[in-house]
């Protein structure tokens, strides 16, 4: 089995989004070169946890961590 960590999902004030709710939430991408072509605003994107999709989200915007 193939696993891989791409970031992880901040909620602000609360600590999890119930089924059936909608959210906006930051996501702290690890930038590596193979994703940097994905990350790019209206890119929709998938949740997993395991190999169970659980959500899924737009790219609203791109901020610089750096």
């Known amino acids: 089995m ?5 970031g ?11 089924p059936g709710e909608s959210h906006p939430v930051r996501v702290e991408f690890l930038v590596m070169d193979s994703l940097k072509p994905y990350l790019k605003p209206g890119q929709k994107w998938h949740i997993h946890e395991g190999p169970n999709k659980i ?5 609203l ?3 610089d961590s750096q």
């Open 2 to 6: 193939k696993a891989s960590y791409m």
């Open 8 to 18: 992880r999902i901040l909620f602000e004030n609360q600590e999890r989004i119930q």
């Open 55 to 59: 959500g899924e989200g737009v790219i």
């Open 61 to 63: 915007s791109i901020l």
